[in-house]
């Protein structure tokens, strides 16, 4: 199985809807991570947390919003979806205790579309 | 955090070597350097990190410039599967990895 699973891996939605896009881990990480990744523009970081009652605004935050349920689960809601938030999301996990690299681990990605 | 620049996109032939390069002429001196990959439908994944002496793993080695404005990322016999498009990073420390993944390097490998 997966370490870090995304879902939905697709979905098409309309304008205006409440969408939330969910985030599963198994490898014991504290710290997770929401990216978007439009063509050609590489990754944007969304959202981040170091852990369960940490949340951080990344880069692009503005129109999302994202709750960290436990410590495997990490959750991001387009609270009214708008056809720019068309895009990859992907989400991603990092061991914060380890004194070595923290190399971050993605999973699938979900891919939205909104109409 | 400093930015870094790479080509748009290289081609390599199947098993022969390939040097990928980063420019980050701002790099401050804490700055490691970070190399993820995406393989085509894939979220990205690490392929090395290092900050001053050049680094090997299975998968890479890393050259890293004497000044450190510039490194590159060398795959030693490319195959098919290295066909992704990697990402160059700069990020201070081993913490706070709120990474910016710019455009990359689209390595595309001919059989």
Known sequence: ?115 | DAKTTQPNSMESNEEEPVHLPCNHSTISGTDYIHWYRQLPSQGPEYVIHGLTSNVNNRMASLAIAEDRKSSTLILHRATLRDAAVYYCILRLDNYGQNFVFGPGTRLSVLP
């Open chain 1, 1 to 115: 199985d997966a370490d870090v699973t995304q879902t939905p891996r697709n979905r098409i939605t309309k304008t205006g809807k409440r969408i939330m896009l969910e985030c599963s881990q198994t490898k014991g990480h504290d710290r997770m991570y929401w990216y978007r990744q439009d063509p050609g523009l590489g990754l944007r970081l969304i959202y981040y947390s170091f852990d369960v009652k940490d949340i951080n605004k990344g880069e692009i935050s503005d129109g999302y919003s994202v709750s960290r349920q436990a410590q495997a689960k990490f959750s991001l809601s387009l609270e009214s979806a708008i056809p720019n938030q068309t895009a990859l999301y992907f989400c991603a996990t990092s061991d914060g205790e380890l004194r070595g690299y923290n190399e971050q681990f993605f999973g699938p990605g979900t891919r939205l579309t909104v109409l």
